[in-house]
């Protein structure tokens, strides 16, 4: 479908952007499976976004309006054999440290009765279980209404962030590392501390669940990792329902793989609520910033003995997301040294 096709017939299919790179070149692109249509005098989807709350126009719009007859082959890009690379859908390209990475849990049931079976002792209830609850119970709020908060974790800055294709990291003083399959929603701060919700995109919220294992409390430390976004944008997506298949491959082979549905029907908290309870931050509506914010995920597989190793290929495939998210795994061996800090005498 052509770009002017999907402008007139919005309400079935949504603008996907990407973000490349060839050298010192960066640009932004709009999918038309299976080429990408170059977009004009824009080389960051944070531009391109500046541009349209600007105008008071749809980020959709911008894109058709500045769309060229340069089209490239995305298979090879995708596939990494294109002087040109992918980089994540969305960034902040002045300086990576205004890009929040953030993130809602106990969102699914799936991840709930993991974190249960991670901490209880005997036939206790644990935290994680009774927040689940109070989101079952206050997390879907009407219109106009506030519902209950949300757990909330910080993943780090946009110095974290990683394109499809590049490694997630296990560090040399984390304990594991594995995936979480999940949508994350994208947002820019306007000038005048408005939030705008640009899209979302298939992500891999990656963490490390072995440490999280031995106390809850270590929850914030355990997020502390790379993660990754991508390939695409999917500018207003459909949220409802959202079929996701994450794929773990060793060796070229798939060792482990599960489906699930993610989306505001399988959520025990809605959008509007997630999101109100990260904007009502004040910090967090700072003029220029850009945000990231994982939804959760309703499988893990580490919930079933998998533990990752170097090389092995983590893939991310959510229906209407656009291609598959895929990512390798590194492991760092080597030894971890005390970190000294000095007195600034």
Not at 104 to 130: F, I, N, P
Not at 138 to 149: E, F, K
Not at 246 to 259: C, H
């Amino acid at each position: 479908m052509l770009l002017s096709e999907m402008k007139m017939d919005g309400a079935n299919s949504s603008v996907r952007l990407v973000q490349i790179k060839k050298d010192d070149v960066r640009r932004v692109a709009v999918v038309e499976e299976p080429n990408l249509r170059l977009i004009a005098d824009c080389s960051s989807v944070y531009d391109l976004a500046g541009l349209a709350i600007s105008a008071g126009v749809k980020l959709s719009d911008a894109a058709c309006e500045r769309a060229t007859n340069d089209l490239l082959d995305y298979n090879i890009i995708y596939r990494g054999r294109s002087e040109w690379r992918m980089l994540t859908p969305v960034d902040h390209p002045g300086d990576p440290a205004r890009c929040l990475i953030s993130g809602t849990g106990l969102t699914h049931l799936g991840s709930a009765s993991d974190r249960q079976d991670m901490h209880v002792k005997e036939e206790e209830l644990t935290d994680s279980m009774k927040m689940f609850r109070a989101g079952v119970e206050a997390g879907r709020p009407a219109p106009g209404n506030i519902g209950t908060p949300p757990e909330w974790f910080y993943k780090g800055t946009g110095a974290m962030l990683r394109a499809h294709g590049e490694p997630l990291d296990i560090p040399p003083y984390a304990e594991d590392g594995g995936e979480e399959a999940e949508i994350a929603g994208i947002y820019m701060i306007d000038p005048d501390g408005r939030s705008w919700r640009l899209g979302m995109a298939a992500g891999n919220e990656f963490s490390d669940h072995k440490f999280e294992k031995e106390n809850y409390l270590n929850l914030a430390g355990s997020k502390l990792r790379t993660c990754a976004l991508g390939p695409e944008l999917v500018v207003d997506p459909e949220f409802r329902s959202v079929p996701v298949e994450v794929t773990i491959e060793r060796d070229g082979m798939a060792l482990w793989s599960k489906k699930f549905s993610t989306g505001e029907a399988n959520m025990c908290h809605n959008l509007q609520n997630i999101e109100h309870h990260h904007f009502k931050y004040e910090n967090h509506r700072r003029p220029g910033d850009v945000h990231i914010h994982f939804f959760g995920t309703d499988r893990l597989s580490f919930s079933d003995g998998i533990r990752l190793h170097d090389g092995d290929v983590m893939q991310i495939a959510a229906e209407k997301f656009g291609r598959p998210l895929r990512n390798p795994v590194r492991v760092f061996e080597s030894k971890f040294d005390l970190i000294a800090v000095s007195p600034l005498k």
